[in-house]
């Protein structure tokens, strides 16, 4: 079992593009969850998805940021119209189902750079 | 409002001494608490969480609702110790998701 996988490991943009970050969950894990990273700071919650469903999008931004778990697939996030303040590592984690008492199993990350 | 509290952003002790990182946090409920370990140029992984009760590569943590901590404790690092490590919170089996409240972690080195 390889765990989560994300990529790109690295990701560079230039103010305006679009970036999209991809996040295969574990083996038989229907949960997924994204956080970002800011330079100095801990890791945020953004937004939790089951497969086809988002179920709690409270630490996504309104504007530019978007989640999605298809059915088929990773789970993307993309941010559009990218801006220098979007630069953080984003992080995707997964778990078996929704109880707190199961753990979260994190990938290595995407570092994304605005120039 | 939820919150979890790492006050030291750099712990430095020697190989044998003991060690403690502490956390605070900040939540109305009856949250879990987990400690996440982060080794150079690994993944972020789960070390412990409370509802464990275990003591894993040596350390245990305690969770005191009375004082809100959740202090993890070795009592003899070793160099192999040396990582950032992450205090986090979940809202417990009351709340509708199982995201995680992070602290901002404590960087711990070991020196020999």
């Known amino acids: 079992n390889a765990g989560v996988m994300q990529n790109p490991r690295h990701l560079v943009r230039r103010r305006g593009q679009e970036a999209r970050l991809r996040c295969s969950p574990m083996?038989?894990?229907?949960?997924v969850y994204w956080y970002r990273q800011l330079p100095e700071e801990g890791l945020k919650f953004m937004v939790y998805?089951?497969?086809?469903?988002?179920?709690?999008e409270s630490g996504m931004p309104k504007e530019r940021f978007s989640a999605e778990f298809p059915k088929e697939g990773p789970s993307i996030l993309r941010i559009q119209q990218v801006v220098r303040g979007d630069s953080a590592a984003y992080f995707c984690?997964?778990?078996?189902?929704?109880?707190?008492?199961?753990?979260?199993?994190f990938g290595d990350g995407t570092r994304l750079s605005i120039l | 409002a939820q919150r979890v509290t790492q006050p030291e952003k750099l712990l430095s002790v020697f190989k044998g001494a003991p060690v403690e990182l502490k956390c605070n946090y900040s939540?109305?409920?009856?949250?879990?608490l987990f400690w996440y370990v982060q080794y150079s140029r690994q993944r972020l992984q789960l070390l412990l969480r409370?509802?464990s009760r275990e003591s894993i590569k040596g350390f245990t943590a305690d969770l005191n609702k009375g004082e809100t901590s959740f202090h993890l404790k070795k009592p003899f690092a070793q160099e192999e110790d040396s990582a950032m490590y992450y205090c986090?919170?979940?809202?417990?089996?009351?709340?509708?998701?199982?995201?995680?409240?992070f602290g901002t972690g404590t960087l711990l080195a070991v020196q020999p």
């Open positions: 083996k038989g894990h229907s949960h």
């Open positions: 984690a997964s778990s078996h189902d929704s109880l707190s008492n199961q753990p979260q199993h």
């Open positions: 409370h509802i």
């Open positions: 998805l089951q497969k086809e469903n988002i179920i709690d």
């Open positions: 986090a919170l979940s809202e417990g089996n009351g709340g509708a998701t199982n995201k995680l409240i």
């Open positions: 939540y109305s409920g009856s949250p879990e």
